[in-house]
């Protein structure tokens, strides 16, 4: 009480300053505005041209002004920690921007070709230069095919990574089964096809068959599968487990009631990592299932009356080489419409496995 | 209900590493014993012995007898889980299962053990909360998560937790010290009650709560480090506090530790 009763104004204490000198707000945004004036001023009296040339030397030129104003100003440690956010910032824009490109030009191109007719007919008896057919029977095959390597994958690579974290952790055979989980997550998706042409096709008899295709994406599915569940079931704490053996439960079930619930979020998101990385796979697919304008539901079917499914990638490739390099035709706007299909329906996954995730576990 | 456990020249291992050496000892039914010591004395590692919680750690092993009423808990065909159902455990931090509500944490031990009767649940569930002293605090939210409990407050769901399985004896490892004054009282006032009931051992840290909840209190110590842990003294706790018959508790009581 004593204390806040004493004047507040008085001599001011000795020592630095608390307080430096800052640039105003609005001298980031003026920098900016600065760097595109003086760019075009140059751009237009000079023969200097280009726009790729006009972004970098522009965006070079804000960086520049920035930090020598700032070092000015404000000093050193200022000037730095902007040139650092600078930097920072323009790198996460150059990553995003690809990734924005792909879904605005695969929406441009596409969009036009979508329709109800599109999503809900195949391309038997259309021929693919004139108008009409769609993408129906695509859709289908790629849905069973992914969903099949799924449902086989899944628990697959869940039980392998419930061995490598609760059983194997420390032993020479975990160490190396985790090896070569990383080796396979490396392995083409071709080489996945090729083995399993070798192995289902060639060794076994079996003909081409969606099913056939289901294999190789499986494969492809498992490392990646194994090793995200891994990382989950690494993170979930000791504690836990303890807490759960301290009371008398055996390990199995502290692992099945305990340890995966507690990760099961992360867990479901590595499962739609992995089907999102085999959704768009098409080199296995055109070696093991080959390609088919009717509706399919049966994936097993192969036979030279029963034809093989149909599925998104391998319609995407088949229409684009129908095009020919022509854009305006047909398949072209076929091509592109698949695309947007299969990106819509990755992210659709994606969203639904994050609500399964979230409603699987009590929140706070 | 309660029982006693006898200890006799156990030495314990991590790997090759002998952490604790030539531990004999008597721990009373129905009444509390504390374990004093300092950091890295094997006081934690005797207690996990206890209920063999200890080799859950991989190349952890225990060599020596240690008798549950008569019956050796290492011995041959001797189910690990068993005794862990018999012996019960209450950890240095709070762990409630995140993913459980108050009431599933409560009956966890009942319900992942698999036998529980559905309609006794409600009931070991009051009872067992009761006997934390939680039960009037959370009797409303029994179906919210047990992580959003306050620290005290998760550290008695896991005592409840602990006793829902009614177990013969309780171990507690350092419970009160990630706690405040007020939460720890408590959990002290709570062993007390318990102690009707349950044969507890409980490691601290804190000497004047050896002091005030325990009966019997051993002191162990270390030579240097690298050596193994050994049992420097145990005896009834007011006679180790007042007068300890052995130098080195007289000095780490006093402080006057080296």
Not at chain 2, 14 to 36: C, L, Q
Not at chain 2, 225 to 252: A, H
Request: glycine residues 10%; aromatic residues 8%; charged residues 15%.
């Amino acid at each position: 009480m004593a204390v806040s009763a004493e004047p507040r104004t008085g001599v001011p204490t000795p020592g630095p300053s608390l307080r430096g000198r800052t640039l105003p707000t609005y001298a980031l945004p003026g920098f900016a505005v600065a760097a595109v004036l003086l760019t075009l001023l140059l751009w237009a009296t000079t023969g200097f041209a280009g726009r790729a040339g006009f972004v970098v030397f522009a965006l070079l030129l804000f960086v520049a002004l920035q930090t020598l104003v700032s070092f000015g100003v404000e000093g050193r440690r200022q000037a730095v920690n902007r040139l650092f956010t600078t930097l920072v910032t323009v790198a996460f824009l150059i990553a995003l921007t690809p990734l924005v490109l792909i879904v605005w030009y695969t929406v441009k191109e596409g969009a036009g070709a979508i329709s109800d007719h599109f999503l809900t007919h195949s391309m038997f008896r259309v021929d693919p230069s004139e108008p009409g057919g769609g993408i129906y029977h695509a859709i289908v095959g790629t849905l069973i095919q992914t969903a099949l390597a799924t449902v086989i994958a899944a628990p697959l690579g869940v039980l392998a990574a419930i061995y490598l974290v609760e059983y194997g952790a420390g032993r020479r055979f975990a160490r190396a089964v985790s090896f070569f989980v990383d080796v396979m997550t490396g392995v083409p998706s071709i080489v996945a096809g090729l083995f399993i042409y070798a192995f289902w096709i060639l060794a076994l008899g079996f003909q081409k068959s969606g099913f056939a295709g289901s294999l190789a994406l499986l494969i492809l599915m498992l490392p990646v599968i194994i090793r995200s569940t891994e990382e989950m079931l690494k993170i979930v704490p000791n504690d836990l487990r303890e807490a759960s053996y301290a009371l008398g439960v055996p390990k199995w079930r502290t692992i099945l009631r305990v340890v995966l619930p507690t990760a099961i979020g992360g867990i479901v998101t590595g499962i739609m990592l992995g089907v999102a990385r085999i959704m768009g796979e098409t080199a296995p697919l055109l070696l093991l299932v080959g390609i088919n304008q009717r509706i399919e539901f049966n994936p097993f079917a192969g036979t030279a009356e029963q034809v093989p499914q149909e599925s998104l990638p391998t319609f995407i490739f088949e229409q684009f080489q129908l095009a020919a390099g022509n854009t305006d035709s047909e398949p072209f706007q076929r091509a592109w419409g698949a695309a947007l299909v299969l990106i819509v329906i990755i992210g659709l996954l994606s969203a639904v496995a994050r609500l399964i995730a979230r409603f699987a576990r009590v929140r706070g | 209900m309660a029982k006693s456990i006898d200890v006799s020249g156990v030495d314990i291992f991590y790997g090759t590493f002998k952490a604790v050496e030539d531990v004999s000892m008597t721990i009373e039914p129905r009444s509390v014993t504390a374990f004093i010591g300092p950091s890295g004395c094997g006081k934690s590692t005797v207690l996990r012995t206890l209920n063999r919680m200890h080799e859950v750690i991989p190349g952890a092993r225990v060599e020596g007898k240690i008798l549950l009423d008569g019956e050796d808990i290492y011995g041959s065909n001797v189910d690990p889980v068993n005794v862990r159902r018999t012996i019960g455990m209450v950890f240095q931090k709070p762990n409630p299962f995140p993913t459980m509500s108050i009431y599933d944490n409560v009956i966890a031990g009942l319900k992942l053990a698999g036998h529980t009767r559905r309609t006794k649940t409600d009931e070991v569930v009051e009872k067992s909360l009761r006997a934390a002293n939680l039960w009037e605090e959370v009797k409303d939210r029994l179906g919210k998560p047990g992580a959003g409990l306050s620290g005290g407050q998760q550290q008695r769901l896991c005592i409840a937790r602990a006793i829902a399985v009614e177990p013969q004896v309780l171990l507690m490892d350092e419970p009160c010290s990630a706690l405040d004054p007020i939460s720890t009282l408590a959990i002290e006032d709570l062993i007390s009650d318990l102690k009707d009931r349950y044969t507890i051992v409980i490691v601290t840290h804190n000497m004047q709560q050896a002091a005030r909840v325990s009966d019997r209190t051993a002191f162990f110590n270390l030579n240097g480090t690298g050596q193994p842990g050994r049992l420097v003294e145990m005896d009834d706790t007011q006679k180790i506090f007042s007068n300890p018959s052995n130098k080195r508790t007289e000095d780490y009581i006093t402080g006057r530790f080296g």
